[in-house]
C-alpha cells in the first residue's frame, strides 16, 4: 500500500511538472536541431500593424505592447524563417527576395528557409489588408539588411503609426515632388498591393485581371509619350491646386486626353476601387483599392501620381530612324 | 436547501453491534428504504465484471484523473505561452467545443456526472484533505488528522455552512461565468484565469472544509451537472434495499479500509438521484456486501426537484440556452457586440446593459412567466392542488430534459461547425508550428452545415415529446384525478411548447 503511494505521488508531481516541462523542452528541442541555421520567429501584430520578434502568446498579447522586428542578417547566412500571425490574416511578401506573399492564417505558422546571399537593405510587407494599421506593417521596421547596416538617416521613418484613420504624421520636407510621391507610395500603403516601384504582379485571388495592376505605365495610359511630357504634366501637377481643364500645360500633344485620364486616377484614388471578379459565383478578391479621400489630401495624390508617371520607361530615341 | 444533500454526512440511527461514529450516531433521520425506482434496470458491473474490477481497484480514480490532470495541465500552459488566437489555441477548442460537446451531448447524458469521476478541478485539494491518493486512511486514536466516520482526514474539516448548502452559489456562479463568455471563449488567457482559480478555489475549500464542499456546493459546472444528471442513463444504486437495512457497518457513508466515505456527503444505500453522486465509486468499493453498483436505466428516471434552488438552476440553464442560441449561433452582430464588448467597443454601459438582461431572464422574467402558467395551470385544474411549492417543483421538472436537449441542439454546431479546430489544435496544441499527428493544416471544413438546422430541429422535437411526456406525469403527481391532471398540464404544456416553438424559430431562421 505504501509503495502504491508513493508510486501514484510520484506520477501526479511527474504529470504536473511534465504539463509544463515537456511542451517546452520539445519546442527546444524542434528549434535547435540544426545549428547552422538561425531561426527568425516573425510575429504579424494588426493593433499595433507591425511585425514582431517578441514572444507572442495567449497570456502577453492582450496587454503588452511589442518591439517592432529589427531584421540584420549577415551575408552567407541560412535561415530558416517563422512566420505567425497572432490575430488576423496576414499575408507577408518580401518581393526582392522571392519570398511570399505567403498568407498567414492565425495561429498557423509557416515556415520559409532561404539563405542570405543578396547583399542589401530589403523591405517585406503585409499585402492583406489587415487592419487599420496595416500599412504600418511597411516601414522602416520592415526592412531586412543582409551583410549591411540599416542607416535610420536615409530609409523611410515614420515615427508615428500609419493607421488608416489616424494619418497625421508630418511628412518629411521635399523639394521634388516625385520623390514626395516616392515616399508616400513606399509608406501608405501602396507599394504593398501595386508591387516595389509600382511594378503591381502581386496575386489577387479571383480577380480579373490575376494581378494587381502596375501603375509604372500610368504615363502611357494618360497619353503622355515622353519624358518631355511626363515633365510637362508633372510641372501642372506641381501647382497647389493641381491641373485645370482650362490650363493646359504647354508642351503636351494630347491636353483633354491627358486630363480626363489624370481626372480618372484621382477618382480611383479617392473612391476607391472593387475588383471585378474572374469567377463571379467566386469569392471576392482579397486585394481591393480602398478610399484615400479621408487620408490622403490633393497635393500627396498629385505628388503619388508625379512619382508614378516618373517610372514610366520609355524608349531611347535615337534620331537614326530605327 | 436541497434536501438531496448531507451536509452532515446523514445518519441513520440503525441498531448496531459495532460503534458507530459520532457523527452517524448523532444523525436523527430514520433509516428507511429507498423508494422504490421506476422502469427497467440492468446492472452494468453484473454483466460486465471487468468493469467490475476495474472500479473496485484502489488506483481506478487516480488512474483516469492523472491523464486528465497532465492534459488540463497542458492546456493551461498553452492557454498562457500558446498562441492568442483563440480557434488555434488548444484550451479553448478542447474546453469550449470538445469538452463541453462530449460533457453535454455524450457524458451527461449516458453516463451521469461522470465527469466529476476525472475532474482534475479538486484533485490537489482532496490529495491534501486525505493525506493519500489511492489508499483510505483510517483514524487511530491518537493519530494526525481529523476523524471523519472511520476514515482520517487533514485540513481544518469544517462543516460547511448550513445556509450555504444548496446550489444558489452555483447558479450565480454559473450565471456570472456565463457573463462574461464572450472573454474566455476568445481569449485563452482569460481561459486560463478562470479555470485556474477554480482550481486554487477548490484546494483552498478542500483544506477549510470536509470532503467535497466545494463541488457540492461551489463548483459552476457541477451545478449542471447535478441538475442534468436527473436525466442520465446511468446511476449509481443500491442493489437491494433489504441489505443496506440489514448492514451494520455503513461503510459506503463512514468508509472503511476499502473505501473513503462518500465524499459528496450522500448516504449511498438510500440515494434516489444521481443530483449529487459524483461516481467516484468510493461506496462500490467500500461496501462489504457488494451491494452498490451501477445501473443502466431509462432516460429522466429521477424526476424529483427538491428545492427553488434546483427550480432555478433549471431555469438558468434554459434561459442560457435561449440567450446563447442568439448570442453565439444567430446572425445578429448586434448581441455578439454586446457580448464581446472590450473587442467591439460598444462600451460599458452597453455591456452592463446586456449582462442586466441575461441575469434577468433567467433569475425574473422566465420563472415569472413559468408562474403564471402554473398559477393558471391551478385555476384551471379545479380540484384542491398541492402546495404552491410542491406542485411548482412538480412541473419544472420537465425543464430538466428541454434544457438538456436544447443545450444538445444549441452543442451540435459547435463541434459540426467548428470540429476542424481539434484535429488542428491536437498536431499543434501551442500555435508553434507542431504537427504531432499530420493534421496540424487541417482546413476548416464545417460537416454537413446544410443540415443543422434541421438536426437542431429533430433535438428540440424530441425534447417537445419527452417533455409533454413529462409534464402530464408529473401533473398526475399534483392531481390524482385524471380529469384534472389534464386540464392542470393543459396551460404547462402550452408553455413548454411555446418555448420548444421558440428555439426552433431561432434555428430555422
Known amino acids: 500500500m505504501k509503495f502504491r503511494e508513493i508510486i501514484s505521488s510520484v506520477l501526479a508531481v511527474v504529470a504536473v511538472v511534465g504539463a509544463f516541462a515537456i511542451p517546452f523542452a520539445y519546442q527546444k528541442q524542434r528549434m535547435t536541431s540544426d545549428h547552422n541555421v538561425r531561426t527568425i520567429t516573425l510575429t504579424g501584430l494588426a493593433p499595433q500593424g507591425i511585425w514582431t520578434q517578441d514572444e507572442v502568446n495567449g497570456g502577453n498579447y492582450w496587454k503588452a505592447h511589442f518591439k517592432p522586428a529589427e531584421l540584420n542578417l549577415k551575408a552567407g547566412e541560412q535561415i530558416r524563417l517563422i512566420l505567425r500571425s497572432a490575430d488576423v490574416v496576414h499575408r507577408f511578401y518580401m518581393p526582392q527576395l522571392g519570398i511570399g506573399p505567403i498568407e498567414l492564417v492565425p495561429g498557423h505558422t509557416e515556415v520559409v528557409n532561404f539563405k542570405a546571399d543578396k547583399e542589401g537593405i530589403y523591405p517585406y510587407y503585409c499585402t492583406a489588408v489587415c487592419g487599420d494599421c496595416h500599412f504600418h506593417m511597411l516601414n522602416m521596421r520592415g526592412l531586412v539588411a543582409i551583410g549591411k547596416e540599416i542607416d535610420t538617416k536615409t530609409a523611410p521613418i515614420i515615427n508615428e503609426p500609419l493607421c488608416m484613420v489616424n494619418i497625421t504624421s508630418d511628412l518629411p520636407s521635399f523639394t521634388d515632388i516625385t520623390q514626395k510621391g516616392h515616399f508616400l507610395f513606399q509608406t501608405r500603403g501602396c507599394v504593398t498591393c501595386h508591387g516595389v516601384d509600382g511594378a503591381g504582379g502581386i496575386p489577387n485571388f479571383n480577380y480579373v485581371r490575376g494581378t494587381v495592376p502596375a501603375l509604372n505605365t500610368l504615363a502611357s495610359k494618360m497619353s503622355l509619350g515622353s519624358k518631355d511630357e511626363v515633365e510637362a504634366f508633372t510641372k501642372a501637377l506641381e501647382i497647389k491646386e493641381g491641373p485645370a481643364k482650362d490650363k493646359p500645360e504647354p508642351g503636351l500633344s494630347n491636353w483633354p486626353l491627358s486630363f480626363a485620364q489624370y481626372q480618372s486616377v484621382v477618382k480611383t484614388i479617392e473612391g476607391g476601387s472593387p475588383p471585378l471578379k474572374a469567377d463571379p459565383n467566386g469569392p471576392e478578391p482579397p486585394l481591393f483599392m480602398p478610399s484615400w479621400k479621408e487620408n490622403l489630401d490633393h497635393e500627396q495624390i498629385n505628388s503619388i501620381i508625379a512619382f508614378l508617371i516618373s517610372e514610366q520607361k520609355f524608349e531611347e530615341h535615337t534620331g537614326w530612324g530605327n | ?509
Open chain 2, 1 to 509: 436547501m436541497s434536501e438531496a444533500i448531507n451536509p452532515n454526512l446523514t445518519p441513520q440511527s440503525v441498531p448496531s453491534p459495532v460503534p458507530i461514529p459520532a457523527v452517524v450516531r448523532s444523525a436523527p433521520t430514520p433509516l428507511t428504504p429507498p423508494p422504490a425506482r421506476e422502469g427497467w434496470r440492468i446492472d452494468l458491473l453484473k454483466m460486465f465484471p471487468l468493469l467490475k474490477w476495474v472500479v473496485k481497484q484502489r488506483w481506478f480514480q487516480f488512474v483516469v484523473i492523472l491523464p486528465n490532470l497532465f492534459l488540463f495541465l497542458v492546456f493551461l500552459a498553452a492557454g498562457i505561452w500558446g498562441t492568442p488566437v483563440g480557434n488555434r489555441n488548444i484550451l479553448i477548442v478542447f474546453v469550449w467545443i470538445f469538452w463541453w460537446f462530449l460533457l453535454i451531448s455524450a457524458m451527461v447524458p449516458f453516463l451521469s456526472r461522470i465527469w466529476c469521476t476525472v475532474c482534475p478541478f479538486p484533485f490537489f485539494g482532496e490529495w491534501i484533505q486525505r493525506g493519500s491518493l489511492t489508499t483510505p486512511k483510517m483514524a487511530t486514536p491518537g493519530a494526525k488528522g481529523t476523524k471523519i466516520g472511520i476514515n482520517r482526514y487533514f485540513g481544518l474539516n469544517l462543516r460547511w455552512p448550513k445556509a450555504l448548502s444548496n446550489i444558489w452559489m452555483q447558479n450565480i456562479g454559473f450565471l456570472g461565468l456565463c457573463t462574461f463568455s464572450a472573454f474566455y471563449l476568445t481569449r485563452p488567457i482569460v481561459s486560463v484565469i478562470v479555470l485556474g482559480s477554480l482550481i486554487v478555489v477548490a484546494t483552498v475549500l478542500h483544506v477549510i472544509y470536509r470532503q467535497r464542499a466545494f463541488c457540492n456546493y461551489v463548483c459552476p459546472v457541477s451545478g449542471f451537472l447535478s441538475l442534468y444528471a436527473m436525466s442520465s442513463m446511468t446511476e449509481v444504486r443500491s442493489k437491494d434495499a433489504d441489505v443496506c437495512l440489514k448492514c451494520h457497518d455503513k461503510s459506503c457513508l463512514v468508509g472503511s479500509e476499502r473505501g473513503w466515505g462518500c465524499p459528496w456527503f450522500n448516504f449511498p444505500s438510500k440515494m434516489e438521484r444521481n443530483n449529487y453522486c459524483g461516481m467516484c465509486m468510493e461506496c462500490i468499493k467500500s461496501c462489504p456486501h457488494d451491494n452498490m453498483t451501477v445501473n443502466l436505466r431509462p432516460f429522466a428516471a429521477d424526476t424529483k426537484l427538491k428545492g427553488y434552488d434546483e427550480a432555478w438552476k433549471a431555469f438558468i440553464m434554459l434561459a442560457l440556452a435561449l440567450a446563447y442560441s442568439v448570442i453565439y449561433l444567430g446572425p445578429w452582430a448586434f448581441f455578439k457586440n454586446l457580448a464581446n464588448y472590450t473587442e467591439s467597443g460598444v462600451g460599458l454601459p452597453a455591456f452592463i446593459g446586456y449582462a442586466l438582461a441575461l441575469w434577468a431572464l433567467p433569475m425574473v422574467i422566465i420563472p415569472s412567466i413559468f408562474s403564471a402558467f402554473h398559477w393558471i395551470a391551478r385555476k384551471v385544474a379545479g380540484a384542491e392542488p398541492k402546495p404552491w411549492k410542491e406542485s411548482f417543483l412538480l412541473m419544472a421538472y420537465p425543464l430538466v430534459p428541454l434544457g438538456l436537449l436544447a443545450w444538445i441542439a444549441f452543442s451540435v454546431p459547435l463541434i459540426f461547425i467548428n470540429g476542424s479546430y481539434i484535429l488542428v489544435t491536437m498536431s499543434d496544441p501551442f500555435g508553434w508550428g507542431w504537427d504531432l499527428f499530420h493534421t496540424a493544416h487541417t482546413a476548416w471544413s464545417p460537416v454537413v452545415p446544410q443540415l443543422m438546422p434541421t438536426i437542431q430541429v429533430f433535438i428540440m422535437a424530441l425534447g417537445l415529446i419527452l417533455t409533454l411526456k413529462s409534464t402530464f406525469k408529473q401533473a398526475g403527481k399534483v392531481y390524482e384525478d385524471a380529469k384534472a391532471k389534464v386540464r392542470f398540464a393543459a396551460p404547462m404544456a402550452i408553455f413548454y411548447t411555446a418555448i420548444v416553438l421558440l428555439f426552433i424559430q431561432l434555428y430555422v431562421n
